[in-house]
């Protein structure tokens, strides 16, 4: 039979060292708050189980770990008295009674299911508390695994470790896997004679040894149990983690010329084919087709670019974008909220939001639609196959037909049906011979000038 499990994630830290506002499990990672990533990561591993240990920012941090197909209840951990102390806020749950029970840390976002699985599978062996550790060349502030002959006698606190203890680079990730049929017992008897004078969940593998059980570390790779205690931790996650979705993406066969130069979301979607040039950001809510070119320093939030489009240089989808196949925004243009249809043409500093472009239409340089008036937001309808001049301004509520031709500078207030040109400017007047006189005329006003500043 498969064994059950019950996931335990501590989120209810001061996050003293974070220096911030907020909850430092709800700091964004690849644009999603930290706590998110963990849940997903359960998600993977097929735990559906999943008891959240809340303190400070509680209804923020429940919200956010509510993502996806997990479901998650929320315990209150009324004062911070350490990670055992944490756990044991979710007694109710545990006593439910599992065959494992997972505690993780809500600040260690680049977890995978491999090493929940790896837990896990320790626990099936016959152990009593699996510990997932890691190698780092810089231990400071993690505890540090103390195995003896394949068996792990104590986790030490760094801040009670001796300066021998200290020089151990085998570290707790915080990823704990105890037999869920003695975890309370275990759990209760947790005290806090220590440095800090709080319930270290880390003295469980003492505690389990001294009752004749076993613990075991098993060790996953650095990246995936790097913890976040600090912005600096924050900024070194948010690299591991771009770094990762980069290489997965182009094994996946999206090409990035400089790929350490490219931004993604959590949720950024590049099919096959797609390029991405240096300097792109990508915000969330991003899907591109095929074929589709990212030209460089884009920033792409919340659009659709469809296959074999071309974004940029310097051009900024916002949410709403939906980019037709084949289409075209160029250098310094805009989208916000607007179809540009298949193969139509936006190609330079253009703004185009709260719009419908037809197929094929091009917009000239300096197309601006004017969708607000300072209160309400309006529509911009282009048809197909349509072309604005340069430098047109489109106030919206306005509808400009399939075909139809607006002159260059043109301000469209009205309506333009299919086929029609619209001037919608001051026709040029000519004066023959006029220059020269104008010339003389202004020359003659500087010698004036002059003599006035020279009599001064
Ligand atoms: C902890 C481990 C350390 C390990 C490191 C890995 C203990 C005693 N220490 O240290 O061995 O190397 O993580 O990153 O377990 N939390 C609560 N309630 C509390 C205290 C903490 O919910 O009362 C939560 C925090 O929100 C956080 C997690 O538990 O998500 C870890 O707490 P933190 O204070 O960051 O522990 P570390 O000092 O990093
Ligand atoms: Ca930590």
Same mark, same amino acid.
């Given at each position: 039979m498969e064994r059950t499990c019950l996931a335990i994630i501590l989120a209810a830290g001061e996050s003293t060292r974070m220096k911030s506002a907020m909850s430092k499990v709800l700091h964004p990672v690849a644009g999603r708050p930290m706590i998110s990533h963990v849940v997903e990561a359960l998600a993977s591993a097929s735990i559906s189980d999943v008891a959240l240990v809340v303190g400070r920012d509680a209804e923020a941090v429940s919200a956010a770990a509510s993502t996806g197909s997990v479901t998650v209840t929320s315990f209150l951990q009324k004062e911070r008295l350490g990670t055992g102390h944490a756990v044991l806020a979710a007694r109710e749950a545990i006593a439910r009674g599992y065959d494992d029970v997972l505690v993780v840390f809500?600040?260690?976002?680049? !977890? =995978?299911a491999a090493p929940l699985k790896e837990a896990r599978d320790g626990l099936a062996a016959g152990n009593d508390v699996v510990v997932i550790g890691f190698q780092t060349p810089d231990p400071t502030g993690y505890g540090r695994l103390i195995v003896e002959d394949g068996t792990l006698v104590a986790i030490r606190e760094h801040k009670d470790a001796t300066e021998e203890e200290r020089r !151990? =680079?085998?570290?707790?990730?915080?990823l704990m896997a105890i037999d869920g049929r003695r975890a309370l017992d275990l759990l209760d008897? !947790?005290?806090?004679?220590?440095a800090k004078g709080e319930y270290y969940l880390t003295d469980l593998v003492e505690i389990v040894r001294s009752l004749g059980g076993r613990a075991i570390a098993v060790e996953a790779p650095e990246e995936e149990l790097t913890?976040?205690?600090?912005r600096a931790e924050l900024a070194y996650i948010e690299r591991l983690w771009q770094q990762r979705r980069r290489h997965e993406m182009m094994l996946a066969g999206v090409s990035m010329i400089a790929p350490e130069t490219v931004f993604l979301s959590w949720d950024t979607e590049l099919a096959q084919d797609v390029l991405v040039e240096p300097h792109v950001v990508f915000g969330p809510g991003v899907r591109v087709e095929s074929g589709a070119i990212i030209h460089a320093f884009s920033h792409v939030e919340g659009a659709h670019v469809g296959a074999g489009a071309t974004v940029g240089p310097f051009a900024r989808l916002r949410p709403g974008a939906d980019l037709g196949p084949k289409s075209k925004v160029g250098n310094f243009c805009e989208v916000k909220k607007a179809e540009i249809g298949a193969g139509a043409k936006v190609n330079h500093l253009t703004y185009i939001g709260d719009a419908f472009v037809g197929a094929g239409s091009n917009i000239g340089a300096?197309? !601006? =639609?004017?969708?607000?008036?300072g209160v309400n937001k309006h529509l911009t309808r282009i048809g197909a196959n349509a072309f604005v001049g340069s430098n047109s301004s489109l106030v919206a509520p306005v509808t400009i037909g399939d075909g139809a031709l607006v002159a260059s500078g043109s301000v469209i207030t009205h309506d333009v049906p299919a086929d029609a040109v619209a001037f919608g400017r001051a026709r040029q007047e000519i004066k023959p011979g006029r220059a020269p006189v104008l010339r003389e005329r202004y020359e003659a006003e500087k010698t004036a000038k002059k003599k006035v500043k020279a009599a001064d």
């Open positions: 809500g600040d260690t976002p680049l !977890i =995978t !151990i =680079t085998y570290c707790n990730g915080g008897r !947790i005290g806090n004679a220590n913890g976040c205690n600090t300096g197309t !601006i =639609t004017c969708n607000y008036d």
